[in-house]
């Protein structure tokens, strides 16, 4: 079974680049036709898609933060990675790393402020 995990600091300042790492273990992030992606909650809101990663490197990210957002991976080390630039305390969320097949991350929490 597909394990993922987040990681990252938990606290970003405004203007700043928020940085997570998502670590994927029991799979493979190039296995074929399979799709790795970032979604945040902000509080008090519904889930948003950030952005996904192909198997193949191809990335796609939300048109709304599509000028913020790098999705990038490693897979010498099955890692897929979301920077997000400028950042606003509207930024502020848990954000999750989550697979195709079903799994998701348990979640960190990031809180943009001074």
């Known amino acids: 079974q597909v394990q993922l995990q987040e990681s990252g600091p938990g606290l970003v300042k405004p203007s700043q680049t928020l940085s997570l790492t998502c670590t994927v273990s029991g799979g493979s992030i190039t296995t074929n036709y399979y799709y790795w992606t970032w979604i945040r909650q902000p509080p008090g809101k519904g889930l948003e898609w950030i952005g996904s990663?192909?198997?193949?490197?191809?990335?796609y990210s939300s048109p709304s933060l599509k000028s913020r957002t790098s999705i990038s991976r490693d897979t010498s080390k099955n890692q897929f990675t979301l920077q997000l630039r400028s950042v606003t305390p509207e930024d502020t969320a848990v954000y999750y790393c989550?697979?195709?097949?079903?799994?998701w991350g348990q979640g960190t929490q990031v809180t943009v402020s001074s």
């Open positions: 990663i192909s198997y193949s490197g191809s990335t």
């Open positions: 989550a697979s195709m097949s079903g799994s």
